[in-house]
């Protein structure tokens, strides 16, 4: 059954306490064959710890976020498929930077979609949307309670619904994806407005040096 572990129940507090995150723009510094090259990403104070949490994919089948994701760098974005524009925006730009890295820096990287609209994103609705994009995306989904619980333990948070008239309603959600390295945090976001750009810039430098300032 899909479920969310918590290790303690310090870090349940914690997680509930919603801390803002202190974000700045690049800094990251690296020092191989990436030629100095520094991060475009906006930078999270403290970073983000990726959640121990055990979610049902677009397969219909449990995934365990944490075990399916190890020793990859993982881009999670928590959204919705009915967004008219950002989500799909975000998608876009990482599928068609992946498409433009070096192989060998794509297939170490999985990019996650968490929905913030359970109730009208079944696994077989992720699954059609995200295939628009790369059938190789994960989508992520679960009770309400469960996914509010999810957005909380990213420090976000929960969505909140528009109503937008004819039983039809918008949904607000945080607009950044979060980069986790392999070590399991993430030390930069991307928010609307970035792109290609960016993530060809910063996709190999996560990948091959993770995240450090010297």
């Keep these: 059954m899909p479920r969310l572990r918590w290790r303690t129940t310090a870090l349940l507090l914690a997680a509930l306490a ?25 930078i999270v104070t403290p970073p983000i710890e990726k959640p121990d949490a055990v979610l049902m994919d677009e397969n219909g089948q449990p995934f365990d976020l944490r075990k399916e994701t190890e020793g990859y760098v993982t881009l999670l974005y928590v959204g919705y498929t009915h967004c008219p524009d950002i989500c799909p925006t975000h998608l876009y730009e990482i599928s068609e930077a992946l498409k433009k890295v070096d192989p060998d820096v794509r297939k170490q990287v999985k990019v996650v979609f968490a929905t913030a609209d359970p109730e009208r994103d079944t696994p077989q609705q992720l699954k059609q949307y995200l295939d628009t994009f790369d059938p190789d995306f ?42 986790f390295t392999k070590d399991n945090y993430a030390y930069t976001v991307y ?24």
Excluded at 29 to 34: A, E, I, P, R, S
Excluded at 150 to 176: E, I, K
Excluded at 191 to 214: A, I
Aim: with cysteine; aromatic share 6%; net charge negative.
């Design 18 to 42: 919603v801390l803002p995150l202190a974000i700045a723009c690049g800094g990251g510094k690296n020092d191989d064959d990436t030629a100095g090259a520094q991060y475009m990403g906006a």
């Design 138 to 179: 994960i989508g992520l989904t679960g009770t309400r309670d469960l996914m509010d619980q999810f957005q909380v333990a990213l420090g976000l948070q929960p969505a909140t619904r528009t109503d937008l008239g004819g039983g039809n309603y918008a949904v607000n959600h945080a607009a950044y994806v979060m980069a």
């Design 191 to 214: 928010p609307s407005g970035m792109g290609q750009k960016e993530w060809l810039n910063d996709l190999p430098l996560l990948v091959k040096k993770g995240f450090r300032t010297e």
